[in-house]
């Protein structure tokens, strides 16, 4: 994943060259297109890059219900709507608990804010081709490929993302081309092939086409 190419939110021509791409190159997909109708992939560009990592981690695992109590009592603990590494460091574990995260996550977002204080530039990494930023963000403890795949899609809009391990992506696909159990990563990436260098707005249709959700739509 190579492509740095993103959603261009004053360009609504992206998104259709992309849907023409898929439909020309993929006969199945042509059909989930069909079925969905226009894509409204969204890019969340809220706050910053710190506070949408520290809310993905928060959000893993449990309800979004639950992720959204915590995280409103989480901003209403350090006075602000995006929390920053310095209000999480500055918090204790007393303090952190009481609002709901569990000891793991609040290991998770004191090694996240530790190493955005320590030079971590999240900045510079989103200039950075896919690859790099994933490899750049796993270092973080609690951010995983997923995790951070999810970043770049709903964050920063790029169109070249095959979330493999996905269940919602796997299941889809299984479905789409009636396969027999869900399939494997490598056969995934063999399948995707054609779709490059749309393999985001793919998975987009793909999600859409099971149960009309996306991960942190």
Request: charged share 30%.
């Amino acid at each position: 994943m190579r492509d740095t190419s993103t959603v261009n939110d004053h360009d609504p021509g992206s998104l259709r060259r992309a849907v023409d791409h898929i439909r020309r190159v993929d006969p199945v997909l042509a059909r989930v297109v069909r079925d969905v109708g226009p894509c409204r992939l969204v890019v969340d560009r809220r706050g910053g890059a710190f506070a949408s990592l520290a809310e993905a981690i928060l959000y893993q695992q449990i309800t979004g219900k639950a992720a959204l109590s915590i995280h409103r009592r989480l901003c209403a603990l350090v006075g602000r709507r995006h929390p920053r590494p310095e209000d999480l460091l500055a918090a204790s574990d007393a303090q952190l608990r009481e609002v709901g995260l569990s000891r793991q996550k609040i290991r998770y977002l004191r090694d996240l804010s530790e190493k955005v204080s320590n030079g971590l530039s999240l900045t510079r990494i989103s200039r950075l081709p896919d690859d790099d930023v994933i490899a750049a963000l796993t270092t973080v403890m609690g951010i995983g490929r997923w995790t951070a795949e999810m970043f770049l899609i709903f964050r920063h809009g790029r169109l070249d993302v095959l979330p493999v391990d996905d269940y919602g992506v796997r299941k889809a696909m299984q479905r789409a081309y009636r396969m027999r159990a869900l399939p494997k990563p490598e056969r995934m990436r063999r399948l995707a092939e054609p779709w490059r260098p749309y393999r985001t707005v793919a998975s987009w249709y793909l999600w859409k086409s099971i149960d009309g959700t996306v991960p942190l739509d």
